[in-house]
Structure formats: structure tokens, C-alpha cells
């Protein structure tokens, strides 16, 4: 049972997360497939699958393969294209109660203008039929596994500027940056996020990495490199979180191998307002709701009030 | 949580795994099992091979540190079982093949029991096992170890072919049920598909299945799918 005696929330840009339990991209789909096995809309928020203008088919050959304690994946935004988005998945979210990210990915600068162009038009529209819309949009600039795009954008800070700018002056949907652990300087890259008028920066995305078939004698993923996730990376995205979120007064939106109430917890005293859980999805097909009661009783049992109380108390 | 009856070894990193509760499924369908904590991160996705009023079962081979760890599994052991997941082989009437290569004989045991006039191919390359368990469900039963266990199916002679084993065996069955097509007969063959997959329920898309259509996923729009929609990438 939920106890009410605690306070969960936090706002960024307007938009209320009742908890800090926010699934990240590329691990829960849209929902749908996990609200089939609990209400969904209890958690804090959801982002969802990494969408590109067009449709993509992803990379072929193997595509996940497991590390001590992280997961090496290279699906390679798979994903159905923005419209078919917007026409086809986001009416199941606007039954949900809880905040709706849309993650937004890019070959190029001019596809992820046109995407945000299309989800601003969306929500304009929906904001007339008074419907529910995308509550925020989370910019990818850091996807290790695709060659052209993602992660091109997120390694150099002024190549990023360009992006963020160009989204920026596109849409006026809460925006949150997406940051590459790849960065040359991530803190450097979140403030520039923050100057150009970014609402928020969420971090991190996979490490780059690697794994090597040895009888073959190749790498078991047919791009070289794999975006590793999973508890292996808490300790690097951690601290990134925690650099980052004393350099920027904009909320920083933290994750990475996040298993536990207690990893929640470090994140938020780390500085972060709220955090997303990827890879645990796949250790725990109800990773959210076990979050969510874990965290109301690890709050009971330590006293803890409000979040407020301890975020970004180290 | 629920709790293994039997684990049994058929052959070298051969097992058969029973696990006791009310757990269904139909023919072709899968569980995600997991029998540890945190690590190996992932389940495991293993298929029904029977489903009874005990429990259900699963075959599985050991090809690395889950099944691993499957294989360590003793009765009263504590497993986590979540499904069944996946669409499996259609409910279908006419003469039909069942074709299992290696441990892709696993879901085709449930089929057997549920289309008893089939006939039954299994084919192995070393060592084969569970065979004289399909004898008594079989039409006719054709065990081969070591060949190639397509070459004994004459695919004119079905209406239905349900194929189970490594991908160059589906790839294979595949162009026979083209070469089969046009010839007249054309038998409706299905293939079960052995993907790596980490979510199980069509959430993450490690499993994504190029077809004539576009990607398809294997956990939710398989592991079943008929031969002639799926396109093999060497």
C-alpha cells in the first residue's frame, strides 16, 4: 500500500510528476505492453521509444547482449516515425495520469526541426479540442547506435548548440536535453543547454561500448559499438548527475542503473529532480510499481517528508 | 514465485524443467524465466513444451550463464515465471508436419499433444533426446541424427508445417515451402523463431524481425510467423 504521508512530487517547467519514477526511452515502448501488467499511471512519467521524423528500421544482427551488470544494446532507434506516433500511441497516453515525454531523435538538424514541428502542431491542436498532449519533449542527442545523428550531435558542445537551439525556436513544449556520458564536457554541454533556453537535461544516456566474439573474431554487434546501460554505469552516471546539477539551476533529470529506492534516492541527493528507469524494466517486468511502493517506504522509514528535503544535499 | 518439480538431463546440456502452478499457454508460446537476482540482468525466454494439470515444462539447452544457472535447479527450488507471452502455431485442421531441429523440439511436444495425427520430424546433429516421448502422439515419427532432417519431409504431402530449430534449418524450410507453393500444393509453414530478446512483451524491440511488411517483433508479433513473411539477413 502507498502510504500518502509523504510527498513525491516535483515540477519541472510545469509539468507535475506525482513521483520521481519516470521509465526512460527505449525500454518501456509507449506503455502500452506494461500497462498490461500495472497501472502505468501511477508512475512519475513516462518517455517514451526514441522517435525519428521517418519511421526506422534499426540495426540488424544482435542487438542486446549482457555485461557484468550492464546491458549492451544497439537496436539503433527502431521506431515508427513521429506522425504514426502521434496518430497511433499517443491516444493510449492521453488516458494516462502521469507526465507524457516524447523522446526525439534526428539524422539531421533539419529532421529534428521538423519533428518538433509536428509535435507542437499536435499539441496545439489538441490544446484547442482541449485533449490531453505530449507534456514535454526530450531532445536525443546522445544515441550511441545510430552512424548518422544521435550521438554525432551530442559529443561536441557548439554541434549540440546548433541542435538545441534549432528545437528550441521550434516548439514551445517544455524541452529537456538529452546528454551523452560521451560528451567531451558534459557540464559544459548541460550549461549551454541551459543558455539556450533548455527547461531541463536529462542524463545519462548509454556509454559507448564494446563486446567481442573471440571464436569469431569480430564484434558480436554488427555497428562495432554498443550503448552499455544497467547497474554497471550507476556509480559514472552518478557522478555526471551530480557535476551537472551544480553547474545548471535548470532541473536535472538523472538515471543510470537504477534498481533500487535507495538508487533513487542517491540520484536525488545527487541534485536530481526527478529520474528515469530503463534497463531494470527488463530485470523486473514491474520495475515501476515496485519503485514507487519502494520508495514511499524507504521515505517512511528514514523520516523523509518531501524530496525537497534531500535533493541535492551532497 | 513458483516452484520446480524436476530438472531433469536428457543429454549433454540437455534439460527438462518442470515447474508446478496454474500456468497456461498454447502451442508455441513462451515464459520469461529467471532464477536468480539481479544478475544475469535479463530473463530468460523459454517455450512451452508441455502444459499440464501440474505445472508446466520447458526444454532448454545451456548455452550460457542463465541457463547455466537453470541447469544448478533442483526440486522445491524457487523460479520466477512471467507469461505466457508471444502468438504461438495456429489451431489448424488438414494434415500436418511438425519439424524440430535440436532443442527447437521444444515447443513442438505441446503441438504433437494437441494435433496428434501429425507427423513427426526431429532432427539432431549429435545426440538426440525426448524423441520416444512424441512416439506415442506421433502419426509418424522420423528421427534423424547427424543429417539434415528437411530432407526427409516431403512438403507436397501437408497442409500445415510447423518448423522449430536453428535459422539456417527456418531459412531452409522456408524456400522448400516457396519450391512447395509453387508447385500447387503450397502448404501453409510456420515458423517459431529463436530471437534474444530482454523485455519479452514488445516494450524494447531487441527482437525485431525484418518481414515483407516491415520490422516485426518476435515476443509479441511472434515467435511464430508464416515462412513467407519473414525476410533472413545473413
Redesign the interface.
Known amino acids: 500500500m502507498i502510504s500518502t504521508s509523504v510527498n513525491t512530487t516535483a515540477t519541472i517547467a510545469g509539468v507535475h510528476f506525482k513521483n520521481p519514477v519516470v521509465m526512460a526511452s527505449?525500454?518501456?515502448?509507449f506503455g502500452k505492453?506494461?500497462g498490461?501488467?500495472y497501472d502505468v499511471g501511477m508512475l512519475g512519467g513516462i518517455s517514451g521509444?526514441g522517435l525519428t521524423l521517418q519511421?526506422k528500421?534499426?540495426n540488424?544482427?544482435?542487438?542486446?547482449y549482457?555485461t557484468?551488470?550492464?546491458?549492451l544494446?544497439s537496436?539503433g532507434l527502431?521506431n515508427p516515425g513521429v506522425e504514426a506516433f502521434l496518430s497511433k500511441e499517443l491516444p493510449y497516453w492521453e488516458k494516462l495520469d502521469t507526465a507524457r515525454i516524447v523522446n526525439l531523435g534526428g539524422n539531421t538538424l533539419a529532421d529534428y526541426v521538423l519533428g518538433a514541428e509536428l509535435i507542437q502542431r499536435d499539441a496545439n491542436e489538441r490544446a484547442l479540442e482541449g485533449r490531453r498532449a505530449v507534456d514535454m519533449i526530450e531532445l536525443n542527442i546522445s544515441c550511441p547506435n545510430v552512424k548518422e545523428g544521435g550521438i554525432a550531435f551530442g559529443v561536441k558542445t557548439p554541434a549540440a548548440r546548433e541542435v538545441v537551439r534549432a528545437v528550441r525556436a521550434a516548439t514551445s513544449l517544455p524541452l529537456a536535453v538529452k546528454l551523452s556520458p560521451n560528451a567531451e564536457d558534459i557540464a559544459e554541454m548541460a550549461e549551454m543547454c541551459e543558455a539556450e533556453g533548455a527547461d531541463a537535461v536529462s542524463l545519462i544516456n548509454t556509454i559507448s561500448g564494446m563486446k567481442i566474439d573471440v571464436r569469431r573474431r569480430r564484434s558480436v554487434f554488427n555497428n562495432l559499438y554498443a550503448g552499455l546501460s544497467?547497474?554497471a554505469i550507476k556509480p559514472v552516471a552518478l557522478r555526471m548527475v551530480h557535476q551537472v546539477a551544480h553547474r545548471v539551476t535548470i532541473p536535472v533529470i538523472g538515471m543510470g542503473g537504477i534498481?533500487s529506492a535507495t538508487d533513487i534516492i542517491e540520484f536525488i541527493m545527487a541534485g536530481a529532480t526527478v529520474v528515469q528507469v530503463g534497463?531494470y524494466?527488463?530485470?523486473n517486468?514491474r520495475a515501476g510499481s515496485t519503485l514507487v511502493e519502494e520508495l514511499h517506504q524507504f521515505m517512511v522509514e528514514e523520516s523523509i517528508t518531501s524530496l525537497d528535503e534531500i535533493r541535492g544535499i551532497v | 514465485m513458483a516452484t520446480v518439480i524436476s530438472n531433469e538431463r536428457l543429454a549433454n546440456g540437455v534439460y527438462h524443467l518442470r515447474v508446478e502452478g496454474e500456468h497456461g499457454g498454447k502451442m508455441g508460446q513462451f515464459y520469461m524465466l529467471r532464477a536468480w537476482g539481479a544478475y544475469p540482468l535479463l530473463s530468460r525466454p523459454l517455450s512451452i513444451h508441455q502444459v499440464n494439470d501440474d505445472g508446466v515444462e520447458f526444454l532448454y539447452h545451456v548455452v550460457g550463464e542463465g541457463t547455466e544457472i537453470f541447469a544448478g535447479l533442483t526440486p522445491g527450488d524457487p523460479i520466477q515465471l512471467e507469461g505466457p507471452f508471444g502468438n504461438g502455431f495456429p489451431e489448424v485442421e488438414g494434415k500436418v508436419a511438425l519439424i524440430g531441429g535440436g532443442i527447437g523440439i521444444a515447443p513442438l511436444y505441446y503441438c504433437a499433444r494437441q494435433l496428434p495425427d501429425s507427423d513427426v520430424y526431429l532432427g539432431f546433429s549429435r545426440e538426440a533426446f525426448r524423441t520416444e516421448a512424441f512416439r506415442p502422439l506421433a502419426a509418424e515419427l522420423t528421427v534423424d541424427v547427424g543429417g539434415l532432417i528437411l530432407n526427409s519431409v516431403d512438403f507436397d504431402s501437408y497442409d500445415h508445417i510447423f518448423v522449430c530449430g536453428p535459422q539456417p534449418m527456418l531459412k531452409a524450410a522456408q524456400m522448400k515451402g516457396a519450391a512447395a507453393a509453387a508447385g500447387g500444393r503450397s502448404p501453409k509453414v510456420y515458423l517459431s523463431l529463436e530471437n534474444r530478446m530482454a523485455c519479452g512483451i514488445g516494450a524494447c524491440l531487441v527482437c525485431s524481425v525484418s518481414c515483407r511488411d516491415g520490422q516485426r517483433k518476435a515476443c509479441t508479433d511472434g515467435p511464430v510467423f508464416l515462412a513467407e513473411e519473414v525476410v533472413f539477413h545473413d
Open positions: 527505449g525500454t518501456f515502448g505492453e506494461y498490461k501488467l521509444k519511421a528500421a534499426g540488424q544482427g544482435i542487438r542486446v549482457e557484468a551488470s550492464g546491458l544494446n537496436v527502431e544497467g547497474p534498481t534497463t524494466n527488463f530485470m517486468m
